[in-house]
């Protein structure tokens, strides 16, 4: 063999990886050797082994083969690198969730309140309101009772809340694991949310801080704040913060309001079964209220006292003698139409003490029991004859001849509808506006016996008519207005100017925009009936103007005064004399007249009714010395009714308030009447007022002038101008 050649060829160079592998192969040696796997050692091979050993070829290094120690080194070291790798990957893992829960904190945390309000919030603002005798009338706002300390309540009730919500709240710190766990496996058992875990602070987290949205973020802020709550304040105060901040439904925030609410009571002073009940409602309050639910509050109420009894709070006895016995039929405070009065108190607050910071009192001219009478009076009139008449609405406004509103109506159901038809809506009060027709005529020198013709008018092609179809011919004014003859005041309108009735209207006190035509006379302007009757106030007071109203003083909770009605300069807007004469004229009117109905035992009165148009609208406005009174009847769509009129329904309303508003009452004249008037009164009022004029159109009939003999309480005047009809009233004449 040739120097520089090798057996088996040449081999090329290798470089890089290939090299580095060249030398790994695998022999018997790298694998555990078995007893049975030895190789035979035989005499060709070991000939052929020492050959090769003599060849040419230079020695190939060898590794020695492993022993079998160190192949149970390399088998343990295996075994050990698992286990290791589980340890391992279990410490970053947890690493990564501690970050992860860090992560969370932090996040939840940076949506938190600011810190600098993360203070015990101050209660909403309320808004009593009390009657004039003092009583609570409603209230507005949310229905937050007084505070009241844990320790002035009875053992029993915050112990009911404690053993329906939060067994262990006086062990844990603001979270309950065990409680939680417990809410979690019921959940699971019961396939549904059917318990929860928070406790009685995270309650109180929940309802001071945040909103009651169903999120993970708010759950975890809640447990955040209820932990900054536990280490900021004791579990008392906890505790008691708690029940005097928790929603009980029907608006009642607090223990003390839910029981005012549904016990009429104080909390102070509530039963066992009382108790149970209110720490029920908490789970479910709109839909456990007992107001709403007695069943369900009652089978609530009846799991409370279980778990009382089972925490030993009380005996099984106590919770047994409990059970069916909480007195939750008590008639809530503020229910019905005085509600109409507290949204008009409302709109007014603004103006007389501004934004609202704090809670208030706000005390009023409303008397409950005329309050109660004026409701009764409109629903059960309605309830009565609504389908005969096709009328499904009605208002009524009762003040003092000074303004001060004793009841307010503004519709037959506050539930069902809010709006206020004593004060918001506006309707045509059809022959109610007549009696400023009258006293602009007045004004202008006419008197209660000055004729005017009824018979057709046409007024630029508008032929108006009257009631019964009926003309009467010569009639004095008084007859006109009693019988609300349309004719004649059309003609008194026109003949002393629409717009100076206008005037006389917008000075007794009507705000809302009048038109000045010819159909101003028949009181087809819009008005409202709170504006009616305040408008009507001066006939009854002796001539002077009123403000409609109803606050007398606001206060704070804490007897700070914050708004005090200041009595009205006194102005004159109507002269006594003619004050005398209209409530003369609008006697008649309940005497002889439209209104005959109307009648209260003992007292004078006067008034005036009206209907509008295709009876719309059904209107009467009475009044004595004593009160004022406006009624409305109708519908909300502006819808006809049934043919009813002023001296229907509203006078058969009217008269059943105002008779009971009387009782007990001392009689008294109304001002400026006639029965008080003695002879040196015709000579003052003689050299004042200008005789009347007789239009042309009138006949004369030896100074007098009959009426047409069609009805027979239409009478003739008794003698021409002012002092014949002075001389006929006071000394008797034909009358």
Do not use: C
């Amino acid at each position: 063999m040739a120097w520089g050649k090798k057996k088996g060829g040449r081999k090329e160079p290798l470089f890089g990886l290939p090299a580095a592998l060249a030398d790994l192969r695998l022999t018997s040696a790298d694998r555990i050797p078995n007893a049975e796997d030895k190789p035979k050692k035989s005499a060709k091979s070991s000939a052929k082994r020492k050959a090769d050993d003599s060849d040419d070829e230079p020695p190939r290094e060898r590794k020695a083969p492993a022993s079998r120690s160190g192949a149970k080194r390399r088998s343990k070291s295996r075994g050990g690198f698992s286990l290791g790798r589980l340890v391992y990957w279990g410490a970053v893992l947890g690493l990564w969730g501690v970050i992860a829960v860090i992560a969370v904190v932090v996040y939840v945390g940076a949506h938190l309140p600011p810190i600098q309000s993360l203070e015990i919030p101050k209660r909403p603002p309320t808004i009593q309101i009390v009657g004039i005798d003092g009583s609570m009338l409603a209230q507005r706002g949310e229905m937050a009772g007084a505070n009241v300390s844990l320790k002035d309540l009875p053992p029993y009730l915050p112990k009911a809340f404690i053993a329906i919500e939060d067994r262990r709240f006086y062990s844990h710190y603001g979270i309950d694991p065990v409680g939680i766990l417990r809410a979690l496996v019921t959940n699971v058992l019961h396939r549904g949310v059917s318990q929860g875990g928070s406790t009685l602070t995270q309650q109180l987290a929940k309802n001071l801080f945040l909103t009651q949205e169903r999120t993970m973020q708010r759950k975890l802020q809640e447990a955040e704040l209820a932990i900054w709550l536990e280490r900021k304040h004791s579990k008392n105060e906890i505790l008691e913060l708690y029940l005097n901040r928790v929603y009980f439904g029907s608006g009642a925030y607090g223990v003390e309001a839910a029981a005012q609410r549904y016990f009429g009571k104080s909390a102070k002073n509530v039963t066992i079964p009382e108790a149970a009940m209110l720490a029920g409602l908490v789970k479910s309050p709109s839909r456990l209220a007992p107001n709403r639910n007695p069943e369900g509050a009652e089978q609530r109420a009846q799991v409370v006292l279980a778990a009382m009894a089972d925490a030993k709070f009380i005996t099984e006895a106590q919770a047994q003698a409990s059970i069916g016995h909480p007195s939750y039929n008590v008639k809530p405070v503020g229910a019905g139409t005085v509600n109409y009065v507290a949204d008009w108190i409302g709109e007014v607050l603004d103006d007389l003490v501004g934004q609202i910071d704090e809670s208030i009192k706000v005390e009023t001219t409303i008397d409950p029991k005329l309050q109660s009478v004026a409701e009764a009076a409109v629903i059960d009139e309605l309830a009565a004859k609504s389908v005969k008449f096709n009328v499904s609405q009605g208002a009524l406004v009762a003040m003092t001849p000074d303004g001060a509103v004793r009841a307010m109506v503004g519709g037959r159901n506050y539930s069902e509808s809010q709006y206020n038809r004593a004060v918001t809506a506006k309707r045509q009060p059809g022959s109610s506006f007549k009696p400023f027709v009258y006293l602009t005529a007045l004004e202008q020198g006419l008197t209660p016996d000055t004729v005017r013709q009824d018979a057709p008018i046409e007024v630029k092609g508008w032929k108006p008519e009257n009631y019964t179809h009926e003309y009467f011919g010569p009639v004095t004014l008084t007859q006109a207005l009693a019988m609300s003859l349309n004719t004649v005041a059309i003609r008194l309108g026109l003949e002393v100017g629409p717009k100076n009735v206008v005037r006389t209207a917008h000075r007794l006190g009507i705000s809302s925009k009048l038109e000045p035509n010819a159909s101003i006379a028949l009181g087809t302007s819009e008005v409202s009936v709170v504006e009616m009757v305040g408008a009507y106030a001066p006939f009854a007071n002796g001539g002077f103007a009123v403000s409609p109203h109803v606050v007398t003083r606001i206060k704070t909770l804490g007897g700070k005064l914050l708004y005090m009605r200041q009595p009205e300069e006194r102005n004159q807007v109507i002269d006594p004399r003619y004050v005398g004469m209209m409530n003369a004229m609008m006697r008649e009117t309940l005497i002889n007249g439209t209104a005959k109905k109307a009648e209260i035992p003992g007292w004078p009165a006067a008034g005036k009714t009206g209907t509008s148009q295709d009876y719309r609208d059904a209107w009467f406005v009475g009044y004595t010395a004593n009160l004022v009174t406006g009624v409305w009847l109708g519908n909300d769509d502006n819808s006809p009714t049934k043919k009813a009129t002023g001296g229907g329904l509203p006078v058969e309303v009217w008269s059943r308030f105002m008779r009971t508003a009387h009782e007990g009452v001392p009689v008294a004249a109304l001002p400026n009447s006639l029965a008080n008037w003695g002879p040196s009164n015709l000579a003052i009022v003689a050299s004042q007022v200008a005789p009347p004029t007789v239009p042309p159109s009138a006949p004369a009939n030896n100074g007098g002038y009959r009426p047409a003999p069609t009805r027979a309480n239409v009478r003739p005047e008794a003698a021409p101008g002012l002092d014949g009809w002075l001389m006929d009233r006071l000394f008797g004449g034909n009358r």
